[in-house]
């Protein structure tokens, strides 16, 4: 019957039941002289009426609460009380391996952690010559402290059935198989010998150990059957699936341990305990181990036999190598991620060295850019805090830290601890990479500048590449360490067009060798399996490629198509082991929409496309902007009529276009241009008649931002490497020589003359951020007003001078009311919508996205369109299939 509260067994007080089986009743219970909670076991009848097997249990449960093991349940007592037996055992808070089972497969380091302390507990109880017979996972607690053992031993003195059976009732297919009534134990988990009646040892347990470790780690059962006839019958001749079949993530060499532990016979299997826990801690270890320091020269030799003769150990052992398996039993798998709870990604990622874990940044509602670390899994993204405004993440050779660049500097930050710390000056990098001996090659710039090297410690940049004159190359970008740690694949930018495309260098020397050339921007990543991933348009291919002779071995194939590109950025990425992410978001596909100033859509402007810097012409009636081709992913300037919606081509040649401004007399469109190696200033006629004239030619790189409404003078950023971006002027008059009007150790960019031509409104991110101020002209030293509170970005006056417009840092248009005159007086910014348009956080990474109507009324806005927000991240395993034999 069962135990109410308050009842007592000896000195033991009830005080709620926990849980009922075949093998009896729990409850919770007081130690009244101890005074501690235990877990009373009430024995079913079957094992009280059965004076033979009564005694020998007393005697067996006595041996038992000898065992002292941090991961067995311990037993404290055997009682009687009124024709009711009982145990006493240590009350344990937690659940059950069952319980976590029913929620799916669980974490590779949490199965290597179970199955450890598991083997352990049983190789203790083996060694005392006690087997549990009855290892199954609703006998496995799972604390906080760590896995314990639950009726260890009971199931060892029962009598056995010659066909190990207690019943021939039938069970669904879903259910565990258990034996009710009967202290045999679960059919689900039972060995050969155990079920055909034989006799048993230690090495049964290891073959329950292996389902538990094959259910943990695919959360589906070694063996199953819709009868339990069907399941006898497939314990005794199938042979499962391997676990990484199941579930591809899985260390590869868990496939090994597994299939030993599920032998039939039991001569087969490990032959004690012990040897799977030291097999499952090496597995560990390998998998979580730190890259060494760096040996001497006179050890390297010696210590690259010693991984030769651990690859071959692990090949027999284990099956490492992935690409031999049998095409059935490692299929093609494609999933998806979706981005966290209330952001979108931005397109921005990579997957871990190891293959077990993604890095992105991650948009959320109100604006905010964060870093993110998802393992693959895992249902949980999580965000690292200290990466606001993080770009470009990259990670380190073990797959422990993630690189990235935030606020003009190279950071890392430890995934499991932090918090970030800086590394070095890094303006708008441009990518990164960490090879085994703790050195960071990284693009700090996109223009004139080389890839520069520096330790994952910190210190000082040196340069690691050398900017070709001959090739005449602008930037080197987007680097990533090939497996020697020595050579890397890196994305060379030039002015000729037949040398641009991804190189070979080596850090031992300045030399480099051309892979694939002939094409604007190709980011090369290699992986271990044997080929170099690129991009061809808009498709990812894999090629076969010799690292000693460093030359491709046969002809590439397409593995995934529509990749995003941000410009100057392909959004995928490979690990050592062959496991691809990538993205389709477009981050440079916009679409552009009337907006009332209330926030109510009146019409979109032309269909999604790749836009930038719209400029009004004088009447409105017409836009120059920017259009990037989503084939060969140049931008050249296009001019669209606002009536017709329809766009003309306004300039051709090689090289980027951005920039545009419509003079106020409408006679022509001055812009900036790449076609000469940097970028430089050149006018055309708008009527597009004539060629392009160079405007303004200097060795930094050039972008316009505004023209006077009397014709008189344009502003535009100075892009110097050593003061960041200053603003400077170019009259259009007389001899036209540039002026300086604003220059800072900070940026000073987007910059807007007011409409009487006394003012400019600008962005600077001289407080860590970019805010909007005003200063005088011509004179910028005659007074600062700040007009954005919290973050601003993209000024714009209105018509008449009495308003300003910008964007806050989650997006929203903000209006402030201003006076103007002998003096300048902001008002209160006021949000008027949300645009969906991520502002920059520091100045000078982007370009103007919007544009006011002269009456403050309209606004044209360039934004994301709403599908951006849906787009995820696609994972590939086993994309290497897809290569025609």
Wanted: charged share 25%; proline share 6%.
């Amino acid at each position: 019957m069962p135990l109410h509260s308050g009842s007592r067994l000896g000195p033991y007080e009830i005080l709620a039941p926990v849980g009922a089986g075949g093998m009896g009743e729990v409850y919770r219970a007081k130690d009244t002289r101890l005074d501690r909670i235990v877990a009373i076991k009430v024995l079913p009848s079957h094992l009280s009426e059965n004076a033979h097997l009564k005694q020998r249990f007393e005697r067996e449960a006595r041996t038992i609460s000898q065992l002292s093991h941090p991961n067995i349940c311990a037993l404290y007592d055997v009682g009687h009380q009124d024709g009711t037996d009982y145990l006493v055992m240590e009350f344990l808070e937690g659940e059950t391996l069952a319980h976590r089972l029913d929620k799916g497969a669980m974490a590779h380091e949490q199965v290597l952690r179970y199955g450890i302390e598991i083997a352990e507990a049983l190789d203790k109880a083996h060694r005392q010559g006690i087997v549990h017979r009855d290892l199954k996972p609703g006998n496995i607690m799972l604390t906080k402290s760590g896995s314990r053992l639950l009726d260890f031993g009971l199931a060892k003195y029962g009598e056995q059935k010659p066909d190990g059976s207690a019943s021939s009732e039938l069970e669904t297919l879903g259910r565990p198989l258990t034996e009710e009534g009967t202290i045999l134990g679960t059919v689900q988990y039972m060995s050969p010998e155990q079920l055909e009646g034989k006799e048993v040892d230690g090495r049964t347990d290891i073959f329950a150990l292996g389902e538990l470790l094959y259910e943990m780690s695919t959360g589906k059962r070694a063996f199953s059957g819709d009868s339990r006839a069907k399941l006898i019958s497939a314990i005794l001749t199938s042979e499962p699936l391997p676990v990484s079949s199941v579930q591809p993530l899985a260390p590869p060499a868990l496939d090994h341990v597994v299939k030993r532990c599920l032998s039939k016979d039991p001569d087969d299997r490990w032959q004690n305990a012990r040897d799977v826990a030291s097999q499952l801690k090496w597995i560990s270890e390998t998998s979580q181990s730190k890259p060494a320091a760096p040996l001497a020269p006179a050890r390297k030799i010696s210590e690259r036999m010693i991984w030769i003769a651990l690859l071959l150990l692990s090949l027999v052992a284990g099956g490492f190598l992935y690409l031999r398996r049998p095409a059935h039993q490692v299929p093609l798998l494609k999933f998806s991620i979706l981005p966290p709870e209330k952001t979108r990604f931005t397109g921005q990622l990579a997957v871990s060295p190891d293959g077990r874990y993604v890095a992105f940044t991650a948009k959320s509602l109100s604006g905010d850019i964060s870093l993110y670390v998802r393992a693959l899994d895992s249902l949980e993204s999580k965000r690292l805090p200290g990466t606001e405004d993080a770009s470009y993440p990259f990670w380190s050779y073990d797959s422990k830290f993630v690189g990235f660049f935030a606020h003009g500097k190279l950071k890392k930050i430890d995934i499991t601890e932090g918090p970030p710390q800086t590394l070095g000056d890094a303006v708008a990098g441009r990518g990164g990479t960490w090879n085994q001996d703790g050195t960071i090659l990284f693009a700090p710039n996109f223009t004139n500048t080389p890839l520069m090297r520096i330790s994952a410690e910190g210190g000082t940049a040196t340069p690691a590449t050398q900017l070709n004159a001959d090739r005449q190359d602008i930037s080197h970008i987007w680097p990533y360490f090939l497996p020697d740690g020595r050579h890397f694949t890196y994305t060379v930018n030039t002015i000729r067009d037949e040398a641009r495309g991804t190189y070979i260098g080596s850090l031992d020397s300045k030399d480099s060798k051309g892979l694939i050339t002939g094409k604007r921007s190709i980011r090369g990543e290699f992986t271990t399996l044997g080929f170099l991933l690129f991009m061809r348009e808009k498709s990812l291919i894999a090629r076969p490629f010799d690292l000693q002779k460093e030359e491709f071995t046969g002809e590439g194939f397409p593995v995934a198509g529509d990749v995003g590109f941000d410009g100057t950025y392909h959004s995928f990425s490979v690990s050592r082991s062959g496991v691809l992410i990538y993205s389709n978001l477009d981050p440079t596909r916009t679409q552009l929409v009337w907006m009332e100033r209330t926030g109510k859509q009146l019409a979109a402007s032309l269909k999604p496309g790749g836009y930038v810097d719209p400029y009004f012409s004088p009447d409105e009636k017409s836009l120059i902007l920017g259009f990037q081709d989503p084939v060969t992913a140049t931008t050249d300037l296009w001019i669209t009529d606002l009536s017709r919606q329809n766009m003309t081509r306004f300039t051709f040649g090689s090289g980027n276009k951005y920039s545009s401004l419509w003079s106020p007399d409408g006679k022509q469109i001055v812009f900036s241009a790449s076609g000469r190696g940097t970028f430089n200033l050149y006018s055309k006629e708008s009527s597009g008649a004539g060629t392009e004239q160079i405007l303004l030619e200097t060795s930094e790189a050039k972008f316009t931002d505004d023209w006077s409404r009397d014709g008189k003078y344009i502003l535009y950023e100075n892009e110097d490497p050593r003061m960041k971006y200053d603003l400077w002027v170019l009259p259009m008059s007389g001899d036209r020589k540039p002026f300086l009007y604003l220059q800072t150790e900070f940026n000073e960019a987007k910059a807007r003359f007011s409409p009487d031509g006394k003012w400019v409104a600008y962005a600077s991110d001289d407080i860590g951020r970019s805010e909007i101020y005003v200063r005088a002209f011509p004179n910028a030293r005659a007074g600062k007003w700040q007009v954005s509170t919290g973050g601003g970005d993209q000024p714009y006056w209105r018509g008449d001078g009495k308003e300003l417009f910008y964007i806050a840092p989650d997006g929203k248009l903000m209006a402030v009311e201003v006076a103007t005159g002998d003096a300048f007086q902001p008002g209160v910014p006021i949000p008027l919508f949300q645009t969906g348009m991520t502002p920059a956080v520091l100045v000078g990474s982007d370009r103007n996205q919007y544009l006011a109507a002269a009456d403050g009324r309209r606004f044209l806005i360039n934004a994301p369109p709403g599908e951006a927000a849906f787009a995820p991240i696609q994972v590939i395993y086993n994309w290497h299939s897809m290569m025609k034999k």
